[in-house]
C-alpha cells in the first residue's frame, strides 16, 4: 500500500510513520512535509520504505503529482499551536484552510481514499461541571484562529464527500502527549523547563482541563478508522485522560522531585478554551477501538524519560521558543 502521510515530520505525523513503519510490512511511505519551524527531518532518518518530499500541501502541482501515486492519504500537515495563531493567523488559514482544499482537488480527480486528521477543538469548550462531552453531533463552535481553520477544513471534507463523493473520513481528537513533540506544547515546555532547573508557568489559574491522550493511541484509531471506518464519517478520537493543568504540573513536580507548588502562574491565554472532553463510545463499539495506555501517571513518566534521553533532539528550538513567550507575556 502506497500511503502519503502530510505533515509527517511534526508530533503526530512522526509517530505515525514511526508506527505504521513497524507494524505495517506493506507499506511504502511518502511524507509531503514543509519542515516549518515544527518539522524535523531527523525525526524520520534510517526508516525503511519512507521517502520524504519537502513541499507545502497548498502547492497544486507538488500536491496532485504525489496524490496521483498514492492508495491512501493521511492528512496531519497544519499549522497547531494556538498560541502561534493568536500572534499571526495567516498561516493557519493558508496551511489549514487552502492546504485541505488542495489535497481534496487532487483526491477528487485520482479517486484516492483520505483521511482527515482533525481536533476536538472544533467544538468549542465546555463547562467544568457539564455533564456532557463532546460527541460526533456536537454543534461546531471554535474558538481560536487555529481552531477555526481546522473547523473550516473540516466542513470542506464534508462537503466533497456529499458533493462529489470522495471517499473520506474524519477523526477529531484530544490533547496528545508523548515523544517528538515541540517544545512549545504545555507538557513538553514543563519538561524542559524542569530539566533546566526553570520553573513551570501556569496559563491564569490552571484550572482549563485537557482530555490527554498517548499518540500512539490516536494513531492506531486513525489506522482503526482507515481500515474500519464508514466513509463520510466521523469519529472522536479520546481515552477518558481529563486533567486541570495543574495536576498536570502537580504530577511533572513530582517526576522531578519538587515541591507541588514550585510553578509560576502567568498571563492567560486570550480566549483560552475552558474545558475539552470527549466521547469515544463510538470508536470503541462500532470499530473495536480501546487505549493501550490507561496510566496516565505511567506516560507521562515515559515521556519525560524520553525528553531526558534526547536532549540534543529538542534543545535546538528550546530557547528561541521561550524568547517567543517573552514576547508574548507568558513567560
Ligand atoms: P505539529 O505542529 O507538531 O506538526 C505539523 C507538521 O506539519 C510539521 O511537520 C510541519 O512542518 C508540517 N506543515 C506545516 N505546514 C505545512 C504545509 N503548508 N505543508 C506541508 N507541511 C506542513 O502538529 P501535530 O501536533 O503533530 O498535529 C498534527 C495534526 O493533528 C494537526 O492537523 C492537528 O490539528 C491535529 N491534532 C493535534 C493534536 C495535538 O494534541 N497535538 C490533537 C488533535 C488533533
Ligand atoms: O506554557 C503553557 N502553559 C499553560 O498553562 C502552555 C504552552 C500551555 N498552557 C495551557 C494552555 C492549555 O490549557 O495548557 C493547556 C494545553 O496547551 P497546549 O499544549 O498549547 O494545547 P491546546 O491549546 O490545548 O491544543 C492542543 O490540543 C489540541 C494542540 O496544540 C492542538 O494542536 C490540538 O488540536
Known amino acids: 500500500m502506497r500511503v502519503l ?71 496531519f500537515a497544519a499549522e497547531s499551536h494556538n498560541d502561534n495563531s493568536l500572534t499571526d493567523p495567516s498561516p493557519f488559514v493558508r496551511t489549514n484552510v487552502v492546504g485541505t482544499f488542495t ?58 464527500v456529499r458533493s462529489f463523493g470522495v471517499a473520506a473520513t474524519i477523526s477529531n481528537c484530544s490533547n496528545n502527549y508523548g515523544p517528538y513533540q515541540h517544545v512549545e506544547k504545555f507538557i513538553p515546555r514543563q519538561v524542559t523547563n524542569l530539566v533546566d532547573g ?32 464508514q466513509i ?26 519538587r515541591d507541588g507548588d514550585d510553578f509560576d502562574h502567568v498571563t492567560d491565554r486570550a480566549g483560552h478554551d475552558l474545558r475539552y472532553a470527549i466521547d469515544s463510545t463510538r470508536l470503541r463499539t462500532e470499530l473495536g477501538w480501546a487505549p493501550r495506555f490507561t496510566s496516565f501517571d505511567d506516560g507521562l513518566a515515559a515521556t519525560v524519560d524520553w525528553y531526558r534521553a534526547n ?5 535546538p528550538a528550546k530557547a528561541a521558543t521561550e524568547e517567543r513567550y517573552r514576547a508574548a507575556g507568558h513567560a
Open 103 to 160: 489535497l481534496l482537488e487532487a483526491v477528487r480527480r485520482h479517486g484516492v481514499r483520505y483521511h482527515h486528521v482533525s481536533t476536538d477543538e472544533v467544538y468549542g469548550d465546555l463547562e467544568l461541571d457539564d455533564p456532557a462531552r463532546f460527541a460526533e453531533s456536537t454543534p461546531y463552535n471554535p474558538s481560536s484562529p487555529y481552531s477555526s481553520t481546522k473547523a473550516g477544513s473540516d466542513l470542506l471534507v464534508r462537503a466533497w
Open 198 to 229: 526553570v520553573r513551570p508557568k501556569v496559563y491564569g489559574a490552571g484550572a482549563n482541563v485537557r482530555d490527554w491522550i498517548h499518540v500512539e493511541d490516536h494513531n492506531a484509531a486513525v489506522w482503526a478508522i482507515i481500515e474500519r471506518g
Open 232 to 257: 463520510g464519517e466521523t469519529y472522536l478520537i479520546g481515552a477518558d485522560g481529563e486533567k486541570s493543568n495543574l495536576e498536570v504540573v502537580r504530577a511533572l513536580l513530582g517526576i522531578f522531585g
Open 5 to 75: 502521510v502530510t505533515g509527517g515530520a511534526g508530533f503526530i505525523g512522526t509517530n505515525f510513520v514511526r508506527q505504521t513503519v513497524r507494524e505495517r510490512p506493506d507499506a511504502q511511505v511518502t511524507v509531503l512535509d514543509l519542515l516549518t519551524y515544527a518539522g524535523d527531518a531527523r525525526n524520520l532518518e534510517g526508516l525503511d520504505r519512507v521517502r520524504l518530499v519537502r513541499g507545502d500541501v497548498a502547492d497544486a502541482a507538488v500536491v496532485d503529482g504525489l496524490v496521483a501515486d498514492a492508495d491512501l492519504v493521511v492528512h
Open 311 to 315: 536532549e540534543d533532539w529538542w534543545r
